[in-house]
């Protein structure tokens, strides 16, 4: 009882607090020349993500570059292409987390896109949506990320494709790292890891998993940034990606034991 109404609470002061946040960006944004809107909202979209974890009772320890500090992960990198931030997922507590630690726009399934409020956020701070189900909509996705990526703009994809329990980190699904080999994005690989396993996903609908996350009265996300990984020259995609994905195991291993 005391997890519903706890959720209830905390759901109704999240959606308060995206609105007043989202309405502060769009003033700014209005007021702000052409040339520093998409900057505008890269500096507002990590502000809000860490007031989400602040009312979802989440404590974020997070260990890398820039974040040590207080400060989001650059979108860009030193050859002024985008970053690919890339990271493992265990919880619907994963976006907030890793909107709030770097300044990249979220890829996601593609049904959220249709959700009531959440959709419409979503797409005003730049997600990219996919149905993994659809070639045509991966490709679709591939080509968004390759021109964002040139343009400056960095991406954070979770690119297991779902959510696991456990640390075992799962195979990469290629896209993002088809992307980093055509622009030259650097790819920042980061690991997470949650105090107790209620934080997982499990056998239940999102909403299930939601009410029951938010619900707790308290969770402590551990994170690691790890060092840029550079595409080689000619580098096959499934050596990159296998080369990402054991770098994130490694993260994950050492925010395990953070905690």
């Known amino acids: 009882m005391m997890g519903r109404i706890r959720f209830s609470a905390r759901a109704l002061s999240a959606a308060l607090s995206t609105a007043g946040y989202w309405g502060a ?51 860009v990198g030193p050859n002024g292409v985008g970053r690919v931030f890339i ?46 189900s659809s070639m045509r909509s991966g490709a679709t996705v591939q080509k968004e990320m390759e021109r964002g990526l040139k343009e400056g703009k960095g991406v954070a994809i979770f690119p297991e494709g779902t959510a696991f329990d456990g640390d075992e980190v799962r195979a990469f699904r290629p896209g993002a790292f088809r992307a980093a080999l055509k622009t030259g994005a650097e790819i920042v690989p980061l690991g997470i890891a949650y105090d107790v396993p209620e934080a997982y996903y499990g056998d239940e609908t999102f909403m299930e998993h939601m009410e029951r996350v938010v619900g707790l009265p308290a969770l402590r996300a551990s994170v690691v940034i790890g060092e840029p990984i550079t595409p080689e020259e000619h580098e096959r995609v499934t050596d990159l990606r296998a080369r990402a994905r054991d770098a994130v195991q490694a993260l994950v291993d050492r925010a395990r034991e953070r905690l």
Not at 25 to 41: I, W
Not at 108 to 116: F, G, I, M, N, V
Request: charged fraction near 25%; aromatic fraction near 8%; proline fraction near 5%.
């Open 25 to 75: 960006m769009e003033v700014e944004r209005a007021r702000a020349p052409e040339a520093n809107k998409h900057a505008t909202l890269v500096a507002w979209v990590p502000r809000w993500a860490r007031r989400l974890c602040d009312l979802f009772g989440i404590e974020v320890a997070a260990e890398g570059l820039f974040v040590e500090h207080g400060d989001a992960y650059p979108a």
């Open 87 to 132: 990271m493992n997922h265990r919880s619907g507590m994963d976006i907030p987390v890793m909107l709030s630690l770097v300044e990249g726009h979220l890829v996601s399934r593609a049904d959220l896109a249709s959700w009531p409020f959440i959709g419409q956020g979503a797409r005003r701070i730049g997600t990219m949506f996919v149905d993994r």
